[in-house]
């Protein structure tokens, strides 16, 4: 059983930033990909950012240049940095595992950003 916790979600204002953390436990390892998806009020869930465990990394384009994602395999946790955020990113970010035919979710951190 395979269990992914995030944190760091809260209310901030246009051009903030925010931290989110991603925990797995369970049968895990760094074979996974490791992904941040979110979903805004009426809209689809979208992809945000995944890291594989070769080591790419790949952006929606509404954020390259803003988000960061990055892996602590040791730690089997994966985390997103977000900078001058908008509006538009307001979103439950979830965190998603894919491990050989496996794929796990969150259950999401809600993001707020203020104009």
């Known amino acids: 059983q395979v269990q992914l916790v995030e944190s760091g979600g809260g209310l901030v204002q246009t051009g903030g930033s925010l931290r989110l953390s991603c925990a797995a436990s369970g049968s895990i390892s760094s074979d996974a990909t490791m992904g941040w998806y979110r979903q805004a009020p009426g809209k689809q869930r979208e992809l945000v950012a995944t890291f594989t465990s070769g080591g790419s990394t790949n952006y929606a384009d509404s954020v390259k240049g803003r988000f960061t994602i990055s892996r602590d395999n040791a730690k089997n946790t994966v985390s997103l940095q977000m900078n001058s955020l908008k509006p538009e990113d307001t979103a439950v970010y979830y965190c998603?595992?894919?491990?050989?035919?496996?794929?796990?979710w969150g259950r999401g951190t809600q993001v707020t950003v203020s104009s």
């Open positions: 998603r595992a894919i491990y050989y035919r496996f794929t796990y």
